[in-house]
T-cell receptor
Framework: GAGVSQSPRYKVTKRGQDVALRCDPISGHVSLYWYRQALGQGPEFLTYFNYEAQQDKSGLPNDRFSAERPEGSISTLTIQRTEQRDSAMYRC???????????????FGPGTRLLVL | GNSVTQMEGPVTLSEEAFLTINCTYTATGYPSLFWYVQYPGEGLQLLLKATKADDKGSNKGFEATYRKETTSFHLEKGSVQVSDSAVYFCALNAVLGSQGNLIFGKGTKLSVKP
């Protein structure tokens, strides 16, 4: 597609429910990043994929968070047993590079705003 | 560790005023530096970047110069427009500690009044 797309754009869920957030990167982009952005803060790194391989998940806050990218394109970030502190904007970005490169431009999607009640 | 500090907002200016948003960083190695912008209702967009010391990034009338001696990457524009109203994020990625991952400042909200 023309840009990175994310769905849903907004998600309201009750505490304890599982949610799945989807990211569709720019066609041909092999690297994919997930970030989380709390209100009034900048985005913070969660995890990174190179093709289908999850090469860095050091930013995932706990084991309720997981991500996959089974065919090296669309990625899903799953949060199990959601808590109110999970409420945030979740952003996805992709790059052309087939490895993490300093200086490479990351292209961001519009984000998914998650609200856990 | 690597970090970015940018001036807190909100910043309110009149149209055609001069804009400076300060950004300083702490990083190991030789980071690349970025300014991203988020217009209302939209996602983050790259505004400009610089990948080595003394480089100047520029776009849409905005400029920022990579100053290694002062570890700064201040964003400037000589004459702002109402359409520049947005949230601006300074960011870096560095060789060590967070290779490839962007580290962002907290963002500075700019409002330009006609």
């Amino acid at each position: 597609g023309a840009g990175v797309s994310q769905s849903p754009r907004y998600k309201v869920t009750k505490r304890g429910q599982d949610v799945a957030l989807r990211c569709d990167p720019i066609s041909g982009h092999v690297s994919l990043y997930w970030y989380r952005q709390a209100l009034g803060q900048g985005p913070e790194f969660l995890t990174y994929f190179n093709y289908e391989a999850q090469q860095d998940k050091s930013g995932l806050p706990n084991d309720r968070f997981s991500a996959e990218r089974p065919e090296g394109s669309i990625s899903t970030l799953t949060i199990q047993r959601t808590e109110q502190r999970d409420s945030a904007m979740y952003r996805c970005a992709s790059t052309k590079a087939n490895k993490r490169e300093i200086g490479e431009t990351q292209y961001f999607g519009p984000g998914t705003r998650l609200l856990v009640l | 560790g690597n970090s970015v500090t940018q001036m807190e907002g909100p910043v309110t200016l009149s149209e055609e005023a001069f804009l400076t948003i300060n950004c300083t960083y702490t990083a190991t190695g030789y980071p690349s530096l970025f300014w991203y912008v988020q217009y209302p209702g939209e996602g983050l967009q790259l505004l400009l970047k610089a990948t080595k010391a003394d480089d100047k990034g520029s776009n849409k009338g905005f400029e920022a110069t990579y100053r290694k001696e002062t570890t700064s990457f201040h964003l400037e524009k000589g004459s702002v427009q109402v359409s520049d109203s947005a949230v601006y994020f300074c960011a870096l990625n560095a060789v060590l500690g967070s290779q490839g991952n962007l580290i962002f400042g907290k963002g500075t909200k700019l409002s330009v009044k006609p």
